[in-house]
């Protein structure tokens, strides 16, 4: 392909003797290896070297030869541009020649080819424009797919954090039960301690003991109490229908209620519980 260009150029320059001994050995290579467009492209070329009549080399002879051998190598090729210019280099060359019949029938041959190959890239252009339509439109499409894929994608990932959250909570709430559930034991085991003396020993028992373990009964009772109402504040909580404030607590009182509740079931096994605070008040 190379050597072709270098032969049209040297045409165009008008090395004429450059371009006949170029022409004439690549049509003969061009013919020996097979090629046959190229061998077309060359005979066509090496023909317009004999049809210019500014060449040294005019011979309508010559060119007529080189344009029907061109014709030949494209006999079994399918359309292409290539044809079209060999039937109009015919054409100019039979006028030339006064040979005004068969220049026409050229001349028509290359408009019929010429008429075609419009017709073919027009048809080209249309299934290409048609092809980039379609491209564009898969695109939108994908454009749109993707965004959906990512508003679902942040959906999911809220629903994610929402069940997140709710596990968390839910968890929180199965280890408070089972906190609330330990410390409720401690007061009925106190409480059936304290009913199960009054019941045993309740005719022997002063009038100050039997106060005692009534009252004990009765904190703890209170205390069993609490634990309700502060597991139901903290379910208030998980729902968001209570708020938390944090405020400071007096240490010794609190000591003194959790000392009370485990005060009579540590006299059932013979246990002693004392208690010892600063002498400031100490507040948390």
Partial sequence: MYDIVLLSAYRGSLQWDQTRSLGEALCQRMEEELFPYFAAYAHYEFALVFSDKHSPYYSPPLALEHFHRALSHLEQAPFCDLQALIHLGLAQTYRAIKHDRKAFAHLQ?????????????????????????????????????????????????????????????????????????????????????????????????????????????????????????????????????MTLTIEPVHAQMLFDVVIDAYRVRALAKSLTISKQYPSSDPMS
């Fill in 109 to 241: 041959r290359y408009s019929n080819f010429h008429t075609t190959a419009l017709s073919i890239r027009t048809v080209h252009e249309i299934k290409q424009a048609e092809i980039e339509l379609a491209i564009h439109q898969k695109a939108l499409e994908l454009s749109a797919l993707e965004h959906r894929y990512h508003v679902l994608e942040q959906q999911m990932n809220s629903v994610l954090r929402t069940f997140e959250e709710y596990k968390q909570r839910m968890d929180e709430q199965i280890s408070y039960l089972g906190v609330v559930a330990h410390d409720l034991k401690n007061p009925i085991a106190a409480i059936l301690i304290s009913a199960s003396i009054i019941e045993r020993y309740g005719h022997n028992l002063t009038q100050a003991d039997l106060a005692k373990h009534t009252s004990a009964i009765a904190r703890t009772a209170e205390t069993m109490k609490e634990l309700v109402t502060s597991l139901l504040d903290f379910t208030a909580l998980s729902t968001g229908r």
